[in-house]
């Protein structure tokens, strides 16, 4: 099956700071990806869906200038939190959503941490 | 929110079959029922899916109820290594339909004890 990575696996900053996280599909091009958010003991919360060469689409609730996404190539989607604060401390996890394949692959998740 | 209900937790005892209900009454007649499951401090994997007919795979087993409103994800013979919280989930197509986004409710925590 195809392989998701994400990088980091973890990140611990400090409140104010900025924070990118980056989501690549290692053997496949992926026009489309999602971003999820993953608070302790919670389900997961889809975030915004990220197309290549285009603008992300956030769901409701979630701050477009705050989560940024870029998805400038086929294999790279990058998350960078801008000014976290401690309550932006979650599980993020990218996700993959080429239909062809009818399981859909996610990353490890990248745990942040910010103090 | 998730088209799908499932129950909080189940135990189990390994080496036994574990089997794991979710009720989706709203699924409509082009949903695929996509069942995911998390291992701790991990992304979600891919269990298996299917339409109408019982699916098996290495992984496990899927019965859907003939009228599709409810479908069970069975574990022939669990293991400690089964112990996640599994997802049923209904896609939703994203643009085209040709990419499907899943909404995750809050599953199921399996929990299989030695």
């Known amino acids: 099956g195809a392989v998701v990575s994400q990088h980091p696996s973890w990140v611990i900053c400090k409140s104010g700071t900025s924070v990118k996280i980056e989501c690549r599909s290692l053997?496949?091009?992926?026009?489309?990806m999602f971003w999820y958010r993953q608070f302790p003991k919670q389900s997961l919360m889809l975030m915004a869906t990220?197309?290549?060469?285009?603008?992300?689409?956030?769901e409701q609730g979630v701050e477009k200038d705050k989560f940024l996404i870029n998805h400038a190539s086929l294999t790279l989607s990058t998350l960078t939190v801008t000014s976290a604060h401690p309550e932006d401390s979650s599980f993020y996890i990218c996700?993959?959503?080429?239909?062809?394949?009818?399981?859909?692959?996610f990353g490890p998740g990248t745990r942040l941490t910010v103090l | 929110d998730a088209k799908t209900t499932q129950p909080n937790s189940m135990e189990s005892n390994e080496e036994e079959p574990v089997h794991l209900p979710c009720n989706h009454s709203t699924i409509s007649g082009t949903d695929y029922i996509h069942w995911y499951r998390q291992l701790p401090s991990q992304g979600p994997e891919y269990v298996i899916h299917g339409l109408t007919s019982n699916v098996n795979n290495r992984m496990a087993s899927l019965a859907i109820a003939e009228d599709r409103k409810s479908s069970t994800l069975i574990l022939h013979r669990a293991t400690l290594r089964d112990a996640a919280v599994y997802y049923c989930i209904l896609r939703d197509p994203v643009g085209g339909g040709s990419n499907y986004k899943l909404t995750f409710g809050k599953g199921t925590l399996l929990t299989v004890n030695p």
């Open positions: 996700c993959t959503g080429l239909y062809s394949y009818n399981e859909q692959f």
């Open positions: 053997d496949f091009q992926a026009t489309t």
């Open positions: 990220s197309n290549e060469g285009s603008k992300a689409t956030y």
